[in-house]
């Protein structure tokens, strides 16, 4: 089974991701933390991505098409992957769509986690003492939103019309939301 989870930054994709990850058995992927890994440990992929992430900008359509193909390649992933945030633009739901068909796979679920924009405000303003992440900062959740907005919100239409789209009303506990998103999942 394989799941997306779209919606925009503080959301709580990454607390959910973990908590269905678990209950299902597969392996949870973000970009996000790949990328920050990457970034923290110096490599070539985090150089690449440092500047763009710290701005909130999105990083390439390339370059998040080869850290799928590389997750996707993983033995872990072979029963299906819970995404969290990873695809973020139609060229990479495009190629997504690619990369799962070449192993006879589509995507099961798309979950859209909706949330007014000041909730995420003060939810991402609580991370930011906990986390310590640039991108975090004003400035930066800003661009984050807009390019949200700009880029990824149109995906609800492009997987509204090729896979369908469960959206999740994302206020409330961590253990509410869980509860909706399970009987999301369970129905399926
Ligand atoms: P996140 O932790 O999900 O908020 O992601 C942090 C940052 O990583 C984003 O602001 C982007 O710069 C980058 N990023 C993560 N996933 C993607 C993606 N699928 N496409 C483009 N940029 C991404």
Redesign the pocket.
Known sequence: MDILLLGP??AG??TQGAILAESLGLPKF???????DAVKHGTPLGLQ?KA??????????D??LGV?RDELATPGAANGVIF??????IP?AEGMATLLAERGREMTYVLYFDIADSVILDRIAKRRGIEG?A?DDPN?VA??LA?YRA??APLLTWYGEHCGVTTIDAVGSVDAVAERVRAVVQAG
């Open positions: 930054p503080g994709k990454g973000a970009t996000g933390d790949l990328l920050r991505a763009m992430m710290e701005a909130g900008h999105l990083v390439s359509d370059l998040i799928i969290d945030g990873v695809v973020r633009t990479q992440r991108d930066a661009t984050r390019a880029q990824t």
